[in-house]
């Protein structure tokens, strides 16, 4: 469940880490506030009012779309530091338009939207940095039609791999839930069977194992090397 995190040390960290103070002319420190989200949490939900401009300082999200017969489809991933809120932030209309779910535990700094579009308002620097976070955004939409359009499933799967891997823990891959592949292959795009058996090449090339209904990854370079870009 979310959590509200009162640490005016930690806040001042993820500030200096990420050079936060260089995107504002004013301060905008008293407007700030921590969150931590825990894994599969929701941040973000299609539909729902954005109240609040989020920075990613710590963990990593993803960010889907629901199609109209319920299932999902991945847009990209998202990792420090990034935010969630630049695509509304000029729009009249608010509400989210996709989904933004913890992909692990995550760490947010965030600043109301209101006080934030009030401070903002005459901020060149904060527009300009707004401008070139968005150029960022449709490169990485552009990068993941590419892996889509251009490459083979093995690769865009490669790629995925790579992209929900936490290297943190032993290459565990545990964001995939074998009860689930069914809807593992809607999300990526492609039938069940397909994926089960690029599944089971990447099992018998030692790409990968399976080990209590998780992905091991066992080697990562040769991974990394099939992949046709990242989803982020």
């Given at each position: 469940m979310m959590r509200n995190i009162t640490d005016e040390k930690l806040l001042d960290y993820y500030i200096n880490k990420y050079k936060m103070y260089e995107i504002f002319e004013s301060n905008m420190k008293p407007?700030?506030?921590?969150?931590?989200?825990?894994?599969?949490?929701?941040?973000?939900?299609?539909g729902k009012e954005i109240k609040y401009f989020d920075f990613i300082v710590d963990g990593k999200?993803?960010?889907?779309?629901?199609?109209?017969?319920?299932?999902?489809?991945?847009l990209r991933f998202t990792r420090p530091l990034s935010e969630l809120g630049s695509m509304e932030l000029y729009r009249e209309d608010k509400t989210a338009d996709t989904n933004v779910q913890a992909l692990y535990s995550a760490t947010l700094i965030r600043i109301p939207m209101s006080i934030l579009l009030e401070k903002t308002k005459n901020d060149i620097?904060?527009?300009?940095?707004?401008?070139?976070?968005?150029?960022?955004?449709?490169?990485?939409?552009?990068m993941t039609a590419s892996i889509n359009n251009s490459y083979p499933f093995k690769n865009r799967f490669a790629?995925?791999?790579?992209?929900?891997?936490?290297?943190?823990?032993?290459?565990?891959?545990?964001?995939?839930?074998?009860?689930?592949?069914?809807?593992?292959?809607?999300?990526?795009?492609?039938?069940?069977?397909?994926?089960?058996?690029?599944?089971?090449?990447?099992?018998?090339?030692g790409i990968i194992k399976k080990e209590n209904k998780q992905f091991i990854i066992l080697d990562y370079e040769k991974l990394e090397s099939m992949t046709g870009g990242f989803y982020e």
């Open positions: 407007y700030m506030e921590i969150v931590e989200f825990d894994k599969g949490e929701d941040i973000i939900v299609v999200a993803k960010i889907f779309k629901e199609l109209e017969n319920g299932k999902s489809v991945l620097l904060f527009h300009k940095y707004i401008i070139k976070r968005l150029g960022h955004k449709l490169e990485t939409v552009s790629s995925y791999l790579i992209s929900i891997t936490r290297t943190d823990s032993n290459n565990r891959v545990d964001e995939i839930n074998f009860d689930k592949l069914t809807d593992l292959a809607t999300y990526l795009g492609t039938s069940y069977r397909h994926l089960n058996r690029v599944i089971e090449n990447f099992e018998s090339e």
